[in-house]
């Protein structure tokens, strides 16, 4: 088990050569500026839910050592940054879950001219833990090994002192070791058009969004029953596509020195496709049964939303965003409408001293009858207060205590999770 967590770690050795590629890169005729920082977190953790079920049956203390590195590179027209961590986790009680998880980025800004600007950024994650998408989703996806990568651009330019556009383009793969739960592959592209509007409206720009994205879920499994004097082997193959196109319009608006407002607001046209194969295979004598197919369509309609409005004193902070959309979900072989509200703030108590506190309400609703996916009508809830003190700008401790609830509809059960956290974080910058 050790030499194939080793392995894994072995297999993004090639980001390394990424690192010199990137961290080479003209930037302009100034010298380079570099930051090479270090940072180590070590972890315990008490939860009374490892896996989130119903029943909450396995609890455990966990300790979580976390050592990371970045590389930045600031030039006079270029910003690169390559950043890697390791999460290693040991169970106390329940050791054959002890595993590493791995996080890796890539990024880079280029500005050739006044008026031209590009990006690029590319991901890989090798994760395992059950509740690893849980306070991002609002789903529990299980402790299933994934191996996702990403990679994306844009580029954008500006027309005139008051309008600027561009295009986005973003590329994403998940692939899990179990065969029951689907992969994933989708792509996006987004065209996007700003106008100042202080003609009309001060400290505010316009902007106009028209989105493309399209998903691809696969998943082949299998399992063998006895039928008489049988051994029947069911196979199914089920594959699903969804293509999505938005048309959103929003503003973005300092409405103060310290509040901010932006909002986006427009529809939606999806259409699903899926494409289920069985097939029964018997021995002895060993014959097949002609395969069953079933292929659904449904096209659905629906709205786009989102809003920030964000608020920075000099000791407190606070923030509150929601949003709608259709969203894919992980390891599950298709999309729903997720509809999101968050509120947070911390607040700054002395100059070592701070405190934070956060709610989160996820729901998570499959169209009705669509043609794509299992039915999903998950409803989750998290709450998150803490405190850090900040011994230097070096090291620092932090407690939280997060309380999860989620409400499965669809199924008609329920799950709750209390966490404790105590975090001690290391930074350091060796080119300062």
Known sequence: ????????????????????????????????????????????????????????????????????????RHAERSTVRVDGRADFSHYRENDELD????????????????????????????????????EITGLVLGSVRRRRS??????????????????????????????DTSDRMDYSVVLFLSQMLDNWLARTTGRLNLRYSHYKFERYYGNIATQDIFEVTTTLDDRSDVDSLSLTAGTESVLTEKINL??????????????????????????????????????????VGSLALNYRGERFTAGLSASHDLQPLSG?????????????????FSEKLSGSASVQWYWNLS???????????????????????????????????????????????????NRFLLRLTGTYDWLE
């Open 262 to 303: 932006n909002w986006d607001l427009g529809a939606r046209y999806s259409r699903s496709c899926r494409d289920l194969v069985q097939q029964r295979t018997y021995t002895p004598p060993w014959f097949s049964e002609p395969p069953l197919r079933n292929e659904t369509e449904s096209d659905r309609y629906g709205f």
């Open 150 to 179: 990403n990679i994306g651009g844009m580029a954008s330019y500006i027309f005139t002192e008051k309008t600027s556009g561009g295009l986005f383009v973003d590329f994403n793969r998940e692939n899990y070791d179990d065969p």
């Open 332 to 348: 599950r072989g298709g999309t729903a409408n997720r509809t999101r509200i968050s509120l947070s703030g911390s607040r700054r």
């Open 367 to 417: 169209e009705e009858d669509a043609a794509t996916g299992d039915e999903t009508d998950t409803q989750t809830w998290n709450a998150r207060v803490g405190l850090r003190w900040a011994f230097n700008r070096h090291l620092a401790l932090s407690g939280d205590y997060l309380y999860t609830r989620s409400e499965d509809h669809s199924d008609g059960t329920e799950a709750y999770r």
């Open 1 to 72: 088990m050790v030499r194939g967590k080793v392995a894994r770690l072995r297999k993004m050795g090639p980001i390394l050569w990424w690192v010199w590629f990137l961290a080479t890169v003209p930037g302009g005729a100034a010298a380079a500026d570099y930051r090479l920082s270090t940072n180590i977190v070590t972890r315990y953790e008490y939860t009374d839910n490892i896996f989130f079920n119903e029943d909450g049956a396995l609890d455990d203390h966990i300790t979580t050592v976390s050592p990371g590195v970045a590389l930045v």
């Open 99 to 134: 595993d590493i998880d791995q996080w890796y980025n890539a990024s880079i800004d280029y500005r050739p001219s006044e008026r031209w600007q590009f990006a690029a950024h590319g991901g890989l994650i090798d994760d395992n833990r059950a509740d690893r998408d849980v």
